[in-house]
């Protein structure tokens, strides 16, 4: 693969010109995989894909993982349709890593602009590795080998209230149950160890104590939101970006007031350990 990477941070995105995703390969696709491994999210300017081409090249890099509520696209329903205006509240705001309810949650996001505002609409990613090398040791100590609840409810409540999705609550709780995950996860191919709490699914940490699990969840939620584990990217129309969920987590900044189309494929994972 001949093409241009150029880092965003000393840790976390790298910018990847000279490759037409139009016309990946399975080569291509396993470069691409290396440079995720090194740079955790990568951004690909100038594609414009449509909907069935942005589908054909998710599915090379695994088993499409279909969102269970949310906006989907007319003609490929396996694509979620984030078409927003005032996103103040409506979840993507907060920092998260996606679906993580899920008893396996997904490997890859893919994420393309589609209409952006004027000005605003760009999104933040925090590398979870730094933030849990960040960590003092005996801290990482204290969390190693702990699980935490993660839960739907509070995002799907949003999802129906702002009129995002018609899912049923108790339909839903049933199929998707809360799951219990690792607070620090390793990773399967690098043996790196990140955090694994986010603000929008994980509900308490699973034995402690109710205020000490507000205690400590609260202090994690804050520290992954320092600035030196962060990345940000302001998007262009047409570019794709490919991130790695199971060590960033991602911010999508609620500061325009016209409209701003992407297009999103989450890629199957596996179960966190």
Known sequence: MTATVDRLTATTGAIVEG????????????????????????????????????????????????????????????????????????GADAWHSDNSFRAEPPKYTMLQSVLLPPTGGDTCWANMYEAYDALSEPMRQLLDGLTATHDLSKTLEVAIAKGLSDADPTEMRKVYPPEHHPVVR????????????????????????????????????????????????????????????????????????????????????????
């Open 186 to 273: 390793t990773h399967p191919q690098t043996g790196r160890k990140a955090l694994f709490v986010n603000s929008n699914f994980t509900t308490r940490i699973d034995g402690l104590t109710d205020a000490e699990s507000r205690k400590v969840l609260d202090l994690l939620l804050e520290h992954v939101q320092t600035p030196y584990f962060q990345c940000r990217y302001r998007w262009q129309p047409g570019t794709l970006a490919i991130w790695d969920n199971r060590c960033l987590q991602h911010f999508a900044v609620p500061d325009y007031t016209s409209r701003r189309v992407m297009h999103r494929f989450t890629i199957s994972g596996d179960r966190p350990r």
């Open 19 to 90: 490759i037409d995703l139009h016309a990946t390969t399975a080569e291509t696709v396993g470069a691409i995989e290396e440079l995720l491994l090194e740079h955790l999210v990568l951004f690909f300017p100038g594609q414009a894909l449509e909907p069935a081409a942005q589908m054909q090249l998710a599915r090379l890099f695994g088993q499409i993982d279909v969102a269970p509520f949310g906006p989907k696209h007319a003609e490929v329903p396996e694509m979620t349709v984030l078409d927003q205006e005032s996103p103040r509240g409506e």
